[in-house]
């Protein structure tokens, strides 16, 4: 089991930027350490949704339509962190965030088998 804690969440105003760090600890299992990360918020009476994920290497991303161009994810295997520099930030973004690990960078849900305990992002208009 991998543990996740987020950090980097805050108040913004529209057009601002803020950079989130999951630190990671653990591995997910007897005969593996690597895995994926990915980001999913999830915004009041909403459904948690997909922001961006990335592979164990770094090189492949892959983000929601909604964020694309003004978010970028990265990862520092050797810190065991993970990163969401979010730029042009919306009131829309407003969320909690969360990050996960999974077995392969995906945007599904149900497919991470560890969760961090979230980040609040808030984005004035």
């Known amino acids: 089991q991998v543990q996740l804690v987020e950090s980097g969440g805050g108040l913004v105003q529209a057009g601002g930027s803020l950079r989130l760090s999951c630190a990671a600890s653990?591995?997910?299992?007897?005969?593996?350490?690597?895995?994926?990360m990915g980001w999913f918020r999830q915004a009041p009476g909403k459904e948690r949704a997909f922001v961006a994920a990335i592979n164990w290497g770094g090189d492949s991303t892959y983000y929601a339509d909604s964020v694309k161009g003004r978010f970028t994810i990265s990862r520092d295997n050797a810190k065991n962190t993970m990163y969401l520099q979010m730029n042009s930030l919306k009131p829309e973004d407003t969320a909690v965030y969360y990050c996960a690990a999974a077995p392969i960078a995906n945007r599904e849900a149900w497919l991470y088998h560890s969760w961090g305990q979230g980040t609040q992002v808030t984005v004035s208009s």
């Open positions: 653990g591995r997910t299992s007897s005969t593996s350490s690597t895995y994926a």
